[in-house]
């Protein structure tokens, strides 16, 4: 299905065709219907499938035709990292860019002048914030921030939040908000303690379910059954043999990022590194270098 058969306005469509985006993927021709009905969703989608604009383009429709308060916040959307709040961000700005729809990103780090602006965009009331849990947190506690005009709630990878301990964050969030409120959550797996969650906070809703058990689309699923000593050995000859366009790996420890790092630079790989010790400043200039293809190989700490 063609984006131009979804009810989508056409200041959104015409910001679509800028980015040549022409065909839906399966969530995106499934969940926009029912986000522009006004009723409440639990998708269950992979990474990879296109499921933020599956919500944003809905969100993004209904803040620029329909009445909304002015000044004030009407869309929260939680990601579980900084990482995923930003890249929300980027998309958010490329759909909206012939709206007058405004974002602001909240997420944690060090910089106080990066507070201060979250902070204004915050009182200002930016029409969708995209937000960490424990930063909006953070800024809620502080007595600033009024969430009483939200009208649309989104969780994004809600079982990856959960994975990660914010529950109750969640839940102290939801505390602030109008019952009276569009609700939508996506996941990539729906286990017990997603049933609960969606269970306290959704309202009747729609159920989208893809592709649960299998992975993205032209993504080869593998396993190699190893020892310890082992696994690096394995890594450095899959890229020795041949390599490829774009690769993340994921490791336990920034010790163990570092040290795969170091091997792959020594076969003359092209390879950057994400880890807890480098501070914000340098986690956005790695991820720019990745997305514009200047590293090819992308090493993660698992948080």
Request: aromatic share 6%.
């Amino acid at each position: 299905m063609k984006f131009s058969e979804l009810n989508l306005d056409d200041t959104v469509l015409q910001a679509l065709d800028s980015m040549n985006f022409d065909e839906c993927t399966p969530i995106q021709e499934q969940a926009i219907p029912i986000i522009l009905e006004g009723k409440d969703l639990i998708a269950v989608a992979q990474t990879g499938t296109g499921k933020t604009a599956a919500f944003l383009l809905p969100i993004i429709n209904k803040l620029s035709i329909e009445k909304h308060p002015e000044d004030s916040i009407n869309c929260i959307i939680m990601s579980p990292t900084r990482e995923l709040a930003l890249q929300i961000d980027q998309q958010m700005e490329g759909f909206s860019y012939f709206m007058p729809v405004s974002s602001v990103a909240v997420y944690g780090g060090n910089d106080g002048v990066l507070f201060e602006q979250q902070k204004k965009g915050l009182t200002l009331g930016a029409d969708v914030v995209i937000a960490t849990p424990g930063r909006l947190l953070s800024h809620l506690n502080l007595g600033y921030v009024d969430l009483s005009k939200v009208s649309y709630f989104v969780l994004d990878e809600a079982d990856r939040m959960l994975d990660m301990g914010f529950y109750e964050d969640i839940m102290q969030v939801v505390k602030q908000l109008p019952k009276d409120r569009q609700t939508i959550m996506f996941s990539a797996t729906m286990p017990t303690n997603i049933q609960k969650l969606a269970n306290n906070i959704l309202n009747n809703p729609v159920e989208v379910k893809l592709a649960v058990s299998k992975p993205a689309e032209k993504i080869i699923q593998a396993a190699y059954v190893c020892y310890e000593s082992q696994k690096l050995e394995i890594i450095k000859t899959l890229f020795a043999q041949e390599v490829p366009e774009k690769v993340i790996v994921f490791a336990s420890s920034k010790l163990k990022v570092k040290e795969v790092t170091k091997s792959l630079l020594r076969m003359n790989l092209n390879v950057g590194e994400m880890h807890s010790d480098l501070d914000q400043s340098q986690r956005e200039s790695v991820m720019h270098e990745f997305k514009t293809d200047e590293l090819i190989f992308l090493l993660l700490q698992i948080l």
